[in-house]
């Protein structure tokens, strides 16, 4: 069973930066591809960013292209989000995400194995 806790969220004013990490416990970090969701108020959850076992591979929703880098750190069982350029738009709860054993391009049609409570982000006008 894999834990997953997310973490970085908050206030920010258009424009801002934030930095959303999620620290994993439970399993064996480098075998998962993992990823970000988000949920807005009144919205489905939908895919922002995925990155392979490797880091090697990452795929992004068109939205957040050029503006949100996806990383991690299997020494530290640790994903990051930086988020650049934030928008309104972006406010949304954020969720950390979990696959094994697939690619990060799987990952954005794929039900994950575990998730993460979720962070909320809020981008003010």
């Known amino acids: 069973q894999v834990q997953l806790v997310e973490s970085g969220g908050g206030l920010v004013q258009a424009g801002g930066s934030l930095r959303l990490s999620c620290a994993a416990s439970g399993g064996t970090f480098s075998k998962y591809t993992m990823g970000w969701f988000r949920q807005a108020p009144g919205q489905e959850r939908e895919f922002v960013a995925a990155i392979n076992w490797s880091g090697g591979d990452t795929s992004y929703t068109d939205s957040v292209k050029g503006r949100f880098t996806i990383s991690r750190d299997n020494a530290k069982n640790t994903m990051y989000l930086q988020m650049n350029s934030l928008k309104p738009e972006d406010t949304a709860v954020y969720y950390c995400?979990?696959?094994?054993?697939?690619?990060?391009?799987?990952?954005?049609?794929?039900?994950?194995?575990?998730w993460g409570q979720g962070t909320q982000v809020t981008v003010s006008s």
């Open positions: 995400a979990a696959r094994f054993l697939t690619s990060a391009q799987t990952m954005a049609k794929s039900a994950p194995n575990y």
